[in-house]
């Protein structure tokens, strides 16, 4: 069965990080483009951060540049999305997708940032 599961959410804290995995089983994850987004209550998905399946090039919105690193554990079949720096503005699901012509995607993992 085909799927990613995305895990590593949670509350904390203004200034804390955290850090999310995307696990992938039925697909080897390293001949994909894994991309990570996001959706708060009331606005559009967002692309956050991407790293490429051809020459491991990353991509960073703005908003997360500095503060966000996304990497793969290809023995782990895994990439992970390491967050610090979190700022309230950062709450909302984060879904990872991964993307080769056919687009899979997973079913969010909550993360919440708030004093």
């Known amino acids: 069965q085909l799927q990613l599961v995305e895990s590593g959410g949670g509350l904390v804290q203004p200034g804390g990080s955290l850090r999310l995995s995307c696990a992938a089983s039925?697909?080897?994850?390293?001949?994909?483009?894994v991309g990570w987004f996001r959706q708060a209550p009331g606005k559009e998905r967002e692309g956050v951060s991407s790293?490429?399946?051809?020459?491991?090039?990353?991509y960073y919105t703005d908003s997360v540049k500095g503060r966000f690193t996304i990497s793969r554990d290809n023995a782990k079949n895994t990439v992970y999305l390491q967050m610090n720096s979190l700022k309230p503005e950062d709450t909302a699901v984060y879904y990872c997708?991964?993307?080769?012509?056919?687009?899979?995607w997973g079913q969010g993992t909550q993360v919440t940032v708030s004093s």
């Open positions: 997708n991964a993307n080769s012509g056919v687009t899979y």
């Open positions: 039925g697909l080897t994850l390293d001949m994909y483009t």
């Open positions: 790293i490429s399946s051809s020459d491991g090039r990353t």
